[in-house]
């Protein structure tokens, strides 16, 4: 004779059978998952009959259990794959739904032109053995004046007008506030760059902008000269613009530097027959650069009797401006997407 246990479990193996066939939707089924399934569900939970089953039939019971509850996770997704395939079937046969549409476009963000052109510069300047140096914005009087042989009644501390902050800190006004910090940091001889932004306290226009961002170059060795200074440059800048770069010196005064110049290009537009953009001279002005003084070597613990340096700091924003024609230095930093979304490549290649 059939123990009632089995009569039992073979109504609710029809029962579970009949809800998962005839399930209308996903939430049905996991109705019947719980109901039938869960780990006190009716079917699982039919194991606890197997005490009052005679012994013999004890293992066919539990077999019979365990079969049911495969059969039945069957049924269910048997089911499940069969909703999910009307759903898709209907949403195809959609009058309304146009497979060779373009799907919604992703928009992508593109790479701001100073970032462009610095990640360019850095490359270059690596590929020729420099370190490339990250210092902060927020600096001291020290670093970005003193150690640069500005002491506090200097007047150049004019030429630069400064963000003061309230704890006596500075943003600083130049990169070339990491020069010290660098000859601390890093015995001699080395080269190395160190691009950023800098700020300045002053009215804003075309080109002028409180924010605005410099590369600083600075090496240092044995001995350097004014020779060696205009040729390295001339081979930096040469690589940086991927062709033969003329470039002369003018005298120019900066206390961190002595002598001091400005540096200037021949004109990359009209190779210096003349022309607008350098106002018919031949000439671009670029850059200011010099010897390191010795008072900022002794400032950075290096004897000047020793060793020397050379270093420039390098326009960035206008350098962005030059090689992408653009006409208000605003622009870089004004974070609207019509304007950044233009840039692509740096010209530099
Ligand atoms: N720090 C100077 C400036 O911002 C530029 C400079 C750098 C000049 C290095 C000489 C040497 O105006």
Request: charged residues 25%; aromatic residues 8%.
């Amino acid at each position: 004779m059939t123990h009632p246990a089995s009569v039992e479990l073979a109504a609710l193996r029809d029962e579970a059978l009949r809800l998962a066939t005839n399930a209308a939707d996903d939430a049905a089924l996991d109705a019947v998952v719980q109901a039938f399934l869960g780990k006190s569900g009716r079917l699982k939970g039919h194991l606890k009959r197997l005490g009052s089953v005679p012994a013999a039939e004890r293992p066919a019971l539990g077999k019979a259990v365990n079969d049911t509850v495969t059969e039945v996770e069957a049924a269910i997704a048997t089911r499940r794959k069969a909703l999910g395939d009307a759903r898709l079937e209907a949403a195809l046969s959609d009058p309304g739904f146009d497979p060779t549409l373009p799907g919604a476009p992703v928009a992508r963000g593109t790479l701001h032109p100073l970032t462009l052109v610095d990640q360019r510069l850095d490359e270059i300047f690596r590929s020729m053995g420099f370190y490339v140096l990250d210092y902060p914005e927020v600096d001291s009087e020290h670093y970005n004046f003193e150690a640069l042989n500005i002491p506090a009644d200097h007047p150049a501390r004019d030429m630069q007008d400064t963000f003061w902050l309230n704890d006596g800190n500075l943003l600083r006004t130049h990169t070339s506030a990491g020069q010290v910090r660098t000859m601390k940091a890093f015995a001699p001889p080395f080269r190395a760059i160190f691009p950023g932004r800098v700020f300045r306290y002053e009215a804003t226009d075309a080109s002028h902008e409180h924010t605005f961002h410099q590369v600083e170059g600075l090496c240092i060795d044995r001995h350097v000269s004014v020779p060696h200074l205009q040729a390295s440059m001339k081979t930096l800048l040469s690589g940086v613009f991927g062709r033969e770069v003329k470039v002369r010196l003018r005298p120019g005064y900066f206390p961190f530097v002595e002598p001091g110049f400005e540096l200037d290009i021949g004109c990359l537009v009209c190779d210096g027959a003349g022309c607008p953009v350098c106002k018919r001279s031949g000439w671009v002005e670029l850059l200011p650069c010099g010897l390191v003084h010795p008072n900022v070597l002794r400032a950075g613990g290096l004897d000047p009797d020793e060793w020397q340096g050379w270093a420039f700091g390098l326009g960035l924003s206008r350098l962005v401006m030059m090689r992408y024609k653009i006409d208000d230095i605003r622009h870089l930093l004004a974070g609207d997407v019509r304007f950044l979304s233009q840039f692509s490549g740096t010209g530099l290649e």
